[in-house]
């Protein structure tokens, strides 16, 4: 265990003498499990990882702008209104961007300063597409999360402290059939069910959590020291949460990140079938046109929001790992 | 469950042998025109109808799922094969290169699988022949389904070159490509073989998913994604209840699919 002053202290010396002046003797009690300080010490490596991550996928985003058809060629040379020198004078504005490299880095200082381009097919900055957009996904996307693990959850832990094999039937054969249907059948029926549709995405997610989660559940209640709670009289609910959740849980949390992801994914059709106006929608239009710029900076946007909520899950997974250990 | 596989497997195999011999059972070409039969009901001459252009609806699911049975197990293959080089090689090699090439998987497994197709489907031709597309839409999945097999191959490879009869093998001189392909690969069945029956499902909702929003196979050719497609039609659900067969026909070749494989070699 380790002082939460002394911790302080080593990230800046102002909190350790703020901390030791404010907490006192109450400092003493006030310990952080040394398992989770490497956690948290992993975080600098962790952001590291990401901006890494995030540098690459630009420069595979910016190569696809690049080699896009259509990207040196402007409409404005089409007016012919414009004279030769014009023309000549606006080829020469886009030469410097013949070089990938230099392009690149163009590219990056542009983003910095929170460009993002222009979109060719929406005639608008993609950063004002960007921003008005999505909230609308991430309201569906949360609403989904949450929706699909409450049931998914909740489901495989009652057929696993219940053991009713009907149940189980009848959960695997929904789920089953949920897992043969491709998001966009299921925006199709959802349009001519007339069911709300933001509630999509939790049907989607729902039978992946499900059956992940019955298996490890099913697994954890298997294991030894379960089995020995069972056989000492402990009830149900006190196994369910001191002994299975507990050995479970690290997993759940990596399926967490996993199933964001997913939700992004599935937010394409269900946004494109049901006119949503979220940034699945835009993708599509955008794919639909031929969009690249405005494409790849989605991507890249869906990419940063899932590796964030992927490294996320991971850090609360270790620490809840460690502070079990 | 060995009934269920069993079960999955022939009726994969019978819908496979219809689909094959499409030409003989079915009653009409896939883009031949009734034009005085749109939306027409179950007949003797057309067992589940027309569509709205007048097209024998059972025609166009044989044709249909031909192209989906034919080309989803072809893109597994590719992906299967790209990943077992690429995991396979970095696993055996070891070191920095297993380090760089597992660093280049992870970028590619943190780009959203959709939306990754999609922009690379928008940066070829949308205006092909029917055959090109459904050959751009297949090869795509399989030149970017490899990332997750390739993984757990490396992994796999990776603890197989630790393995005792790997160092009896270049102990008795076994090196290089020999020792690869004579003693790492047939021990990589198991596993390619898994992330094939696993693959071939994925590609299909995939295909699907893309032929829905208009970015897979071209008209008139068709494939699952166009037949789930003319459920956006449906308001006549009640009076048109066959319209639902590809659907169903869809669900049951995906499940068995799914059951192919049994519990031990799936992952969890």
Known sequence: ?325 | MKWARTAAIVFLLVVSAACLLANVIAPASYAHQFRDEPNASPSRQHLLGTDDLGRDRFSRVLYGTRVSLLLAPAAALLTSLLAAFIGGLAGFAGGWVERLVMAGTDLFLSLPWLFLLITVRALLPLNVSPIISVLITFAMLGCLGWAGAARIICADAGALAQADFILLARASGSNGFRLLWRHLVPNLKPVLYAQFWISVPVFILTEANLGILGLGVAEPLPSWGSLLRELESFSTASAQPWQLVPLILFILVVSSFHLVLSKEELPV
């Open chain 1, 1 to 325: 265990m380790i002082d939460i002053t002394s911790l302080s202290s080593v990230w800046s010396p102002r909190l350790g003498k703020w901390c030791a002046t404010w907490l006192g003797p109450a400092r003493d009690h006030l310990e952080w499990p040394a398992e989770g300080i490497e956690t948290l010490s992993a975080l600098p490596k962790l952001a590291a990882k990401i901006l890494i991550t995030v540098l690459i996928g630009g420069f595979l985003g910016a190569t696809l702008v690049r080699l896009a058809p259509g990207f040196s060629v402007d409409e404005e040379e089409l007016d012919a209104r414009l004279s030769v020198s014009s023309i000549r004078a606006l080829r020469e504005a886009r030469a410097g961007d013949a070089n990938l490299v230099v392009f690149y880095f163009r590219y990056l200082g542009r983003l910095l300063h929170g460009d993002l381009g222009f979109s060719r097919t929406l005639q608008r900055p993609v950063l004002q597409l960007v921003a008005e957009r999505l909230p609308e996904t991430l309201k569906s996307v949360a609403l989904g999360l949450a929706l699909g693990w409450s049931a998914g959850l909740l489901l495989a832990v009652a057929i696993v402290m219940s053991r009713a094999w009907y149940l189980d039937l009848l959960a695997s054969l929904l789920v089953g059939v949920l897992l043969c249907l491709p998001a966009a059948v299921l925006a199709l029926l959802f349009v001519l069910a007339q069911a709300p549709s933001h509630l999509l995405l939790g049907v989607v997610v729902f039978p992946k959590i499900f059956r992940y989660s019955r298996n490890l559940l099913t697994r954890s209640s298997a294991l030894p020291h379960v089995l020995t709670a069972r056989a000492k009289g402990l009830g149900n609910m006190r196994v369910l949460v001191w002994h299975i959740l507990p050995t479970a849980a690290p997993q759940l949390l990596a399926l967490l990140g996993v199933t964001v992801s997913v939700a992004f994914t599935a937010a394409i059709p269900m946004e494109a079938l049901c006119d949503i106006p979220g940034i699945g929608q835009l993708a599509w239009k955008a794919a639909l046109g031929r969009d690249v710029t405005l494409l790849v900076h989605l991507t890249m946007i869906v990419t940063l929001v899932t590796l964030v909520a992927n490294s996320a899950s991971d850090i609360i997974g270790k620490t809840f790992r460690a502070s079990e250990a």
